[in-house]
């Protein structure tokens, strides 16, 4: 069983940013964020595997990178020029069993899921 436990949601003006970390309890191939509006369906928006791969969300592509520290076990979103319609509920995921970042965002397939962190882009 992998914990996940994520931090750095909060408020933010639009074109400002915020840095969103989640930290595991322990071994996991992919990592990623997803994110959920209200009444909207959950998105992906950037995974990241152990062997460097990674992918983002047309939606947020040249302004959100997605890291990691393996010695922590820790991944990172950074999200600049944040817009309004990113206001969502932001989970972190991970999963131990090997398959491509893409298919982990079009399934959305993890094992494990964070509680989610609140991100708000006022106008």
């Known amino acids: 069983q992998v914990e996940l436990v994520e931090s750095g949601g909060g408020s933010v003006q639009a074109g400002g940013r915020l840095r969103l970390s989640c930290a595991a309890s322990g071994f996991t191939w992919c990592m990623a964020w997803f994110r959920q509006a209200p009444g909207k369906e959950r998105e992906g928006v950037a995974a990241?595997?152990?062997?460097?791969?990674?992918r983002y969300a047309d939606s947020v592509k040249g302004r959100f990178t997605i890291s990691q520290d393996n010695a922590k076990s820790t991944v990172y979103l950074q999200m600049n020029s944040l817009k309004p319609e990113d206001t969502a509920v932001y989970y972190c995921?991970?999963?131990?069993?090997?398959?491509?970042?893409?298919?982990?965002?079009?399934?959305?397939?993890?094992?494990?899921w964070g509680q989610g962190t609140q991100v708000t882009v006022s106008s």
């Open positions: 990241i595997a152990n062997d460097g791969s990674y």
């Open positions: 995921a991970a999963d131990t069993r090997g398959y491509t970042v893409s298919w982990y965002l079009g399934s959305q397939a993890f094992e494990y």
